[in-house]
């Protein structure tokens, strides 16, 4: 997913997506350890993935509280 499409996603929605991806990473280092993943460049993509997530999440709650730092 893009910045924008992440942006266009409520809080909940954004929570739900973030744990969806976690569980996927952990599925995906278990394959790892097993010797048989198919794509590797999918730790990176998905690990930046729940970055943008809680870049999103964070500057939504520091709007909501008025700081700015």
């Keep these: 997913m893009n910045i924008q499409e992440l ?3 409520s809080d ?3 929570v739900k ?3 969806e991806l976690k569980k996927e990473l952990f ?3 278990y394959e790892r350890q097993m010797g048989r993943v198919e794509k590797p460049a999918q ?3 998905i690990r930046r993935t729940i970055a943008r997530i809680l870049t999103i999440l964070n500057e939504r709650e520091r709007q909501a509280h008025g700081t700015k730092n």
């Design 7 to 9: 942006r266009n996603l």
């Design 12 to 14: 909940e929605e954004l």
């Design 17 to 19: 997506k973030e744990l």
């Design 27 to 29: 599925q995906l280092n």
């Design 43 to 45: 730790f990176g993509t």
